[in-house]
């Protein structure tokens, strides 16, 4: 339980930084990639201490599978909460540049952000581990230079996983975007949750590329090229797909609709149809 106590005051020191971060940037919106700064910290920095949890913890400190999945859960809903609209996902970043919803330096800076903000994330959580607060965190530290990779399957194998979730991800996160948060927010943690679960044995279900350069790129077993190709072109591609999917076409590169008929907004009063037939 010491254990636990321990890793829940991390979770609190990373939530409360974010939300630091987005509340003293609220008074200056030209300034929001910042925030995507902060949101990509809180998520890296969180998941770490997760993925610690389910590498040591369950058999260091008795925490078992329900422990773990809940705490993932309640990290992921947090972070949707306290982060509102910063994502901490440069997929997402790209997906509103396709959709003409930013134009290319605002874009390219979130990504940067999100990248720099798992960096950090990934350099505080190895100076945590390095305190050695717990048996677990003492263990993980001993591990640190040899991580145990999340990428279990041959590349080819690992880019249609985390394609498929990726498009899964991305077709309800754009079906559900215009509803309320109190319904998108849970919904998207819920699904978030289930896939990286469900996932655990093949790729962790990540479906964002900084989030997956925070938790296995620095780990052995695979070449960067290799990490790049199952976690970023992956995540990309998917995303891409869901945007075609769900749209019918790419805003960024073409305007016609290529999947939909578009039906016309303006109908034929019943009146002039009869003097049409009548004619």
């Given at each position: 339980?010491?254990?636990?106590?321990?890793?829940?005051?991390?979770?609190?020191?990373?939530?409360i930084?974010?939300?630091?971060?987005?509340?003293?940037?609220?008074k200056?919106?030209?300034?929001?990639f910042?925030?995507?700064?902060?949101?990509?910290?809180?998520?890296?920095?969180?998941?770490?201490?997760?993925?610690?949890?389910?590498?040591?913890?369950?058999?260091?400190?008795?925490?078992?599978?329900?422990?773990?999945?809940t705490?993932?859960f309640?990290?992921?809903?947090?972070?949707?909460?306290?982060?509102?609209?910063?994502?901490?996902?440069?997929?997402?970043?790209?997906?509103k540049?396709?959709?003409?919803?930013?134009?290319?330096?605002?874009?390219?800076?979130?990504?940067?952000?999100?990248?720099?903000?798992?960096?950090?994330?990934?350099?505080?959580?190895?100076?945590?581990?390095?305190?050695?607060?717990?048996?677990?965190?003492?263990?993980?530290?001993?591990?640190?230079?040899?991580?145990?990779?999340?990428?279990?399957?041959?590349?080819?194998?690992?880019?249609?996983?985390?394609?498929?979730?990726?498009?899964?991800?991305?077709?309800?996160?754009?079906?559900?975007?215009?509803?309320?948060?109190?319904?998108?927010?849970?919904?998207?943690?819920?699904?978030?949750?289930?896939?990286?679960?469900?996932?655990?044995?093949?790729?962790?279900?990540?479906?964002?590329?900084?989030?997956?350069?925070?938790?296995?790129?620095?780990?052995?077993?695979?070449?960067?090229?290799?990490?790049?190709?199952?976690?970023?072109?992956?995540?990309?591609?998917?995303?891409?797909?869901?945007?075609?999917?769900?749209?019918?076409?790419?805003?960024?590169?073409?305007?016609k609709?290529?999947?939909?008929?578009?039906?016309?907004?303006?109908?034929?009063?019943?009146?002039?149809?009869?003097?049409?037939?009548?004619?």
């Amino acid at each position: 339980m010491s254990g636990l106590n321990a890793s829940l005051g991390y979770f609190l020191s990373a939530v409360i930084f974010a939300a630091f971060v987005r509340a003293l940037l609220r008074k200056w919106p030209r300034f929001s990639f910042v925030s995507e700064f902060s949101s990509s910290f809180m998520l890296v920095a969180c998941w770490l201490e997760v993925q610690t949890i389910v590498e040591v913890g369950e058999w260091a400190g008795g925490l078992g599978p329900d422990v773990t999945v809940t705490i993932l859960f309640v990290v992921l809903l947090t972070h949707g909460v306290i982060c509102g609209g910063t994502s901490g996902n440069p997929s997402l970043a790209v997906q509103k540049f396709l959709q003409l919803e930013a134009s290319f330096l605002p874009t390219l800076l979130a990504v940067a952000a999100h990248f720099a903000g798992a960096h950090l994330a990934l350099l505080v959580a190895v100076f945590y581990w390095g305190l050695e607060l717990t048996d677990m965190h003492m263990i993980k530290n001993l591990m640190t230079s040899e991580c145990s990779t999340s990428l279990q399957v041959p590349v080819l194998q690992g880019f249609f996983t985390e394609c498929t979730c990726a498009l899964i991800l991305h077709l309800v996160h754009l079906s559900l975007r215009r509803r309320s948060a109190l319904i998108r927010v849970p919904l998207i943690a819920v699904l978030l949750t289930f896939l990286s679960y469900t996932a655990k044995t093949y790729t962790s279900a990540y479906m964002n590329p900084s989030l997956a350069y925070g938790l296995t790129f620095h780990c052995p077993g695979f070449t960067f090229t290799e990490y790049a190709v199952v976690y970023w072109l992956s995540s990309l591609t998917g995303m891409t797909l869901a945007l075609l999917l769900y749209m019918g076409h790419i805003p960024r590169i073409f305007a016609k609709n290529l999947l939909y008929f578009q039906k016309t907004r303006f109908r034929v009063p019943k009146g002039e149809k009869a003097e049409k037939k009548k004619m």
